[in-house]
């Protein structure tokens, strides 16, 4: 029986950052198949590619593989494009078994979306490893019968329920039933002990030769100590708030291969990777250990939560060349912080981004806009005292109402109104009218894009005495109130309207704020807005390729 993976990445990669040429999720399924007595009779081939691909490319990939099972690795990114993608799929190949999982589904949403689509046969809603191994035993027990019996696979029966057929004794599916209506089975109780799960590095299921210039992850751990509001991770209905790890020694064990081999990055992929600072230390100091031993290069990122951080595990990830760490601060206003139930110490932040810029580790804090509770001029004021910051970078996203979020659960309790399309961005609220935050969302996409311009704005807003986001926010309210383009840039008209916005802002900056530029700074300016035509070029290179 052939099993092909399909995963989709998201746009979000920089020109110059290394490509996704695998995916985890679907890596970490195919390890633990190897539990499997039925593992030898399996084949194995995954389609991996970025959003941007199109659906009838994925479909002919797909279709050139023909598998007997598809299983498609779901986020809000790619269930669009996949709703395309499965029915395509179908019709060519009828006794295709299909089955989705991933985030994008939980408990309410899995069973809703497989009544929206037909093409669909099954969704596994939680952790997937045990479920996958179990459905794919009954699967191919149902394959090898059909193959004797009439020497091909037969279509897939509709269930009688969901207890019927050997499916409702697998715990987090979501099943049809004879009526034509849906319904979960049982739900899937974690794992506790995350080594159960076989590496798919230590037995050779990502080829890391394969990877060479390219970006490997590890997860750590899974699970997250929080239990933000806004955030996915928790999945408390499915009992995942308790945060599990991998041992030591074989996170250890994957590193040590992984620095073997010619990958360019890492990507400890953990929501909250000093969750435990002791063993977060330990890992980094055996990084460190690597990195002298093999005079290696690669780059490590991560996310950190940064009341976790001291100047031990500043330096320590300095030494490990930890070049990008994550640092969700998403918001400095008292109300939003308190309704979304993320602890907070202002003087604590500062501290940890004094201590690292001091030692030249890249911290990226991270803001969202459109949280409850906020507003407005507390969203300006946020941006205004992180992008004070002494940082190179900062991230600002849109609020999305994600499945399996207390937000999502609670929009109707908490007025919030959001696109019932992925990725389920917030459309208005209570705190946000849908003009307001249209307007902030221009002002959050033009701020990423000129942030080579940050330390410029930052010494003009200091000289001139004004808020940091009204040195945007004038420009553009001056513009035309219709945004047509995103970022980062994805098309070439997107990219021509860019440009257009990027030339008339420094014309601006020169003539309202010339006076409190010297001869060097001005100069200065002119370099930084080359640097960004230059990354709005790099950009249209890698959609041409179609790699972004």
Known sequence: MKITFLSVHSKDHAPGFPVWRYNLACAYLQAYLTKSPIYGELQFTHVVDYESASASSLVERILAERPDVLAASCYCWNWKLFCEVFPQVKQALPHLVIVAGGPQFDLTTGPEELGRHPALDFIVV??????????????HRRHTGAVAAAGRPRGLPVLGSPSSDGVGGIAGLAV?????????????????????IPSPYLHGIVDLETLRNGIVAIETQRGCPYTCAYCDYPKRELGTTKVRFFSEERVLKEIDLIYASKVRQLYLMDATFNSKRARAKNILRHIVKLRTERASRMAVSTEMFPELMDEEMLLLSRDANLNYIEVGVQSLNPSALAAMQRPRKDPKLREVIDIAVR???????????????????????????????????????????????PYRARAAELGLVYNSQPPYQLLSSRDFTAEQLERLDRFRKFALMILELKPTLTALATACEVPHHRLIADFLEAQPSHCAWDWPVQSVPQRQEAGRLLAGFMAHLLEAHGPALDDVARQRLAEQGKRIETYLELQMYVIKKGVA
Do not use: K, W
């Not at 490893?129 to 699967?139: A, D, P, Q, R, Y």
């Not at 030692?359 to 004021?381: A, H, K, T």
């Open 359 to 405: 030692n030249q580790v890249r911290i990226v804090p991270q803001i969202i806009l459109g949280l409850p509770g906020d507003s407005e001029e507390g969203f300006y004021s946020t941006f205004d005292q992180i992008y004070s910051l002494p940082t190179i970078d900062f991230q600002c996203f849109r609020l999305l109402l994600l499945p399996g979020t």
């Open 126 to 139: 939680g952790e997937g490893e045990v479920t996958f191994l179990e459905l794919v035993e009954h699967l």
């Open 176 to 196: 049809r039933t004879a009526s034509g209506a849906t319904a979960m089975t049982s739900c899937r109780e974690v794992l506790e002990e995350l080594d159960d």
